[in-house]
């Protein structure tokens, strides 16, 4: 059974970086597209960064220049590096993999940006 963990999140100060973290087990594919989106209280989730399996890299409007998204495929894992934190940022990141022709997501990770 495919399982996605994320870590990385926490309470960092405005101006701040965070590093999240995206692990899959429970399957044999190593290359697939991932995903990014996070979800503040009151509002829907939306997109943050995508990564195809060929390495193409998306940012939604608000993030470009700060957010960056990558990976590595032999752990499996996904990253997303968050500079530049501002408050509006504050919301629960989750991360999504589409392997062979599932959707899977994580159960979430808190980023609060505060002073």
């Known amino acids: 059974q495919v399982q996605l963990v994320e870590s990385g999140g926490g309470l960092v100060q405005p101006g701040g970086s965070l590093r999240l973290s995206c692990a899959a087990s429970?399957?044999?594919?190593?290359?697939?597209?991932m995903g990014w989106y996070r979800q503040a209280p009151g509002k829907q989730r939306e997109l943050v960064a995508t990564?195809?399996?060929?390495?193409?890299?998306n940012y939604a409007n608000l993030v470009k220049g700060r957010f960056t998204i990558s990976r590595d495929i032999a752990k499996k894992t996904g990253y997303l590096q968050l500079n530049s934190l501002k408050p509006e940022d504050t919301a629960v990141y989750y991360c999504?993999?589409?392997?062979?022709?599932?959707?899977?997501w994580g159960q979430g990770t808190q980023v609060t940006v505060s002073s």
């Open positions: 999504n993999a589409v392997i062979n022709n599932r959707s899977y």
């Open positions: 990564i195809t399996s060929a390495g193409n890299t």
């Open positions: 429970g399957t044999t594919f190593m290359i697939y597209p």
